[in-house]
């Protein structure tokens, strides 16, 4: 099994940054890609961004991209997203996913079998 643990969520104003953290248990192979999704009340889960731990290959939705970067720490099984240039819009209840792999498209939460249990994130204009 995987058990993922998000940490670094908070309040911050229009502009400002903020990284995120999720810390990742469980064998490797049911890790083979990360993500990170968010969620507003009301709405439906998104992807926002994804890696595949094993190649390195990186995706965004395109409203971060250029914002936020994903990346791991091999050492600390750690994924993280680094968020900068923060909007309002980007306010949401942010989740860290793994999969042992992707059948169909990255941003489709029902591909993912693991989750975490979320970090608020809330921006203020």
């Known amino acids: 099994q995987v058990q993922l643990v998000e940490s670094g969520g908070g309040s911050v104003q229009a502009g400002g940054s903020l990284r995120l953290s999720c810390a990742a248990s469980g064998h490797t192979t049911y890790r083979a890609y990360m993500g990170w999704f968010r969620q507003t009340p009301g709405k439906e889960r998104e992807g926002v961004a994804t890696?595949?731990?094993?190649?390195?290959?990186?995706y965004y939705d395109g409203s971060v991209e250029g914002r936020f970067t994903i990346s791991q720490d091999y050492a600390k099984n750690t994924l993280n997203l680094e968020m900068n240039g923060l909007t309002p819009e980007d306010t949401a209840m942010y989740y860290c996913t793994a999969a042992p792999w992707l059948g169909g498209t990255w941003d489709v939460p029902g591909n993912w079998p693991y989750w975490g249990q979320g970090t608020q994130v809330t921006v203020s204009s």
């Open positions: 890696i595949d731990t094993g190649g390195g290959k990186k």
